[in-house]
T-cell receptor, first 113, second 115 residues
Framework: DSGVTQTPKHLITATGQRVTLRCSPR?????VYWYQQSLDQGLQFLIQ???????AKGNILERFSAQQFPDLHSELNLSSLELGDSALYFC????????????FGPGTRLTVL | KNEVEQSPQNLTAQEGEFITINCSYS?????LHWLQQHPGGGIVSLFMLSSGKKKHGRLIATINIQEKHSSLHITASHPRDSAVYIC?????????????????FGTGTLLAVQP
């Protein structure tokens, strides 16, 4: 158990809908990272937050957004969902933003029908 | 060309065999990570290294910064080692007024260890 929790574990929804994925980092970790793992693209970095502020962006679509709250949990919002958004979404946390081991959550499996 | 390349993509071994998975990268990095992903999907961080060699139990990871190459070795392999092993490289980006650590991932090596 990495100490990082994600909810829900599974999510099935329809095209055009909006969903919110939640991540709670390890106690004391200030950085949260979001990753997408799809069959055709593999694992990709989406976005990082550090102590409530956006720190870095990767291949995140404009339809996606995220935020980190004062209690350090983070939410990833996916809107206008398309079939291609079906994937595993992981979050990871680390104590700082710089080079350091990241601890991964169990992931949320999103299926868009 | 991918920035992180792993080989082999698939590997089948007999229990007890010595296994090597290779990772080559083309970008400058501050650290390289080896991750393990089991069939259920969860990802576990095995190693993070920026130079030399690290050992944890039957797992050994090495990195050669000059050659931009890393290897993950599993000694005395066991069926419970069956998983996808993913190499990821990270670098510190100071453009945000503070460090960040972006990771670029390899496509993974699917390892099956047969009893």
């Amino acid at each position: 158990d990495s100490g990082v929790t994600q909810t829900p574990k599974h999510l099935i929804t329809a095209t055009g809908q909006r969903v919110t994925l939640r991540c709670s980092p390890r106690s004391g970790d200030l950085s949260v990272y979001w990753y997408q793992q799809s069959l055709d693209q593999g694992l990709q970095f989406l976005i990082q937050y550090y102590n409530g502020e956006e720190r870095a962006k990767g291949n995140i679509l404009e339809r996606f957004s995220a935020q980190q709250f004062p209690d350090l949990h983070s939410e990833l919002n996916l809107s206008s969902l398309e079939l291609g958004d079906s994937a595993l979404y992981f979050c990871a946390s680390s104590p700082r933003g710089s080079t350091i081991e990241q601890f991964f959550g169990p992931g949320t499996r999103l299926t868009v029908l | 060309k991918n920035e992180v390349e792993q080989s082999p993509q698939n590997l089948t071994a007999q229990e007890g065999e010595f296994i090597t998975i290779n990772c080559s990268y083309s970008v400058g990095i501050s650290a390289l990570h080896w991750l393990q992903q089991h069939p259920g999907g969860g990802i576990v961080s095995l190693f993070m290294l920026s130079s030399g060699k690290k050992k944890h139990g039957r797992l050994i990871a090495t990195i050669n910064i000059q050659e931009k190459h890393s290897s993950l070795h599993i000694t005395a392999s066991h069926p419970r080692d069956s998983a996808v092993y993913i190499c990821a490289v990270g670098w510190d980006d100071m453009n945000y007024g503070g460090a960040t650590n972006k990771l670029i991932f390899g496509t993974g090596t699917l390892l099956a260890v047969q009893p």
